[in-house]
């Protein structure tokens, strides 16, 4: 079977086409980070990274109009994005209009922001990271992007009810918020702008009895709790949070849920993944998950991306681009990503 078969197979099976009058929103995570400045351009360019070539056939097989990168390297020109956009349209996915602004990834804030006592580490970056730009995020649209509102540099100390931990006040007078990201993205589909709330958390792991980045978790979720516009609005992004399952905290992002549409998107891939080692112990509906992680020594698969609309938006359909073994395309799914994209269809008046 050759390329344009199997993606057009994969498509019917896991994200048919969107219908006349609707817009096809969604959210992927490719892990399309490397461990230096520059190196995924290269990757890119070489034409001969098995990675970014799956990720391409995935994107090409969700046949979004509008599709958020998370977990995606950035840098100052954009040539990685751009070098990678040229693929997708060589593919026949051309997203002409795109934005990527720099992420708070990486960047060096010169202060010791875990009070581990040491200074330069990737944890003292205002998002983990050991480069600027280190797995950033991107917009990707077949229709244009009005101006987007960056709230990135928003001090974790200014939302109102954080959970930041006691720090020093040097600290608490730099520490963003976003460990990636929170952008507001127009995108001009029909007489009203349809407006992208878009973030990328950190996950709620990896530290100490303090639970420092549990809590950054949460409010990066919390922020948009006073920020959702009155209609035509989407929320969607990697939370790393699963509200059913894993670590975290889960009431801000609940809170979100219930005040948008949860379009419960669902694979074949994910009702199939084996239930054990980790897996025997979730609650959730293995068919909601969108990464597949380790089962044994591991979280396991969780639900931790998501799209969610705004209660005025009429879904049309929505589901997760992961078909069960055997199905085709499921072994790129696989080698793309440990993350799994989730795409909901709009009816657009």
């Known amino acids: ?50 990675q970014v070539a799956a990720a391409v056939q995935v994107i090409a097989a969700a046949d979004a109009d509008v599709l958020l990168l998370t977990g995606f390297d950035w840098d100052h020109d954009g040539l990685a994005l751009s070098a990678f956009a040229e693929l997708l349209g060589k593919a026949g996915a051309p997203y002409p209009h795109r934005f990527a602004g720099q992420p708070n990834a990486g960047v060096a804030s010169g202060l010791d922001l ?68 929170h952008w507001q993205v127009p995108v001009m589909a029909g007489d009203t702008p349809l407006t992208l709330l878009a973030w990328a958390a950190t996950p709620p792991v990896f530290d100490g009895p303090e639970d420092r980045n549990g809590r950054r978790n949460h409010d990066e979720a919390a922020f948009w709790l006073d920020r959702l516009p009155a209609g035509r609005f989407v929320l969607l992004g990697d939370a790393n949070l699963d509200t059913v399952d894993g670590d975290g905290r889960p009431q801000a992002l609940a809170a979100l849920m219930a005040r948008t549409t949860d379009p419960l998107p669902r694979s074949d891939g994910g009702a199939a993944a084996p239930q054990t080692g980790a897996n025997a112990t979730h609650k959730g509906d293995p068919a909601l998950d969108t990464a597949d992680w380790a089962d044994a020594d591991g979280p396991g698969n969780l639900r931790v ?45």
């Open 114 to 181: 875990d009070g581990d006592g040491r200074l330069g580490t990737a944890d003292d970056a205002q998002g983990f990271g050991m480069f600027t730009g280190e797995g950033g995020m991107a917009v990707l649209s077949r229709l244009p992007l009005g101006p987007v509102t960056d709230h990135s540099a928003a001090l974790w100390r200014d939302l109102p009810g954080n959970l930041m931990p006691p720090a020093p006040p040097e600290v608490a007078g730099a520490q963003r918020l976003s460990s990636v990201a």
């Open 1 to 50: 079977m050759g390329l344009k078969a199997a993606l057009a197979l994969a498509l019917a099976l896991a994200a048919p086409p969107a219908g006349a009058g609707t817009l096809r929103v969604a959210t992927w995570s490719p892990d399309l980070t490397r461990k230096g400045p520059g190196l995924l351009l290269r990757d890119i360019r070489s034409g001969k990274d098995e």
């Open 305 to 349: 991306d998501y799209v969610l609309p705004s209660p005025d938006l009429t879904v049309t359909d929505a589901g997760v681009l992961w078909p069960a073994p055997g199905q085709p395309l499921a072994d790129t799914v696989a080698a793309a990503s440990r993350h799994r994209l989730v795409w909901v269809d709009l009816a657009l008046p």
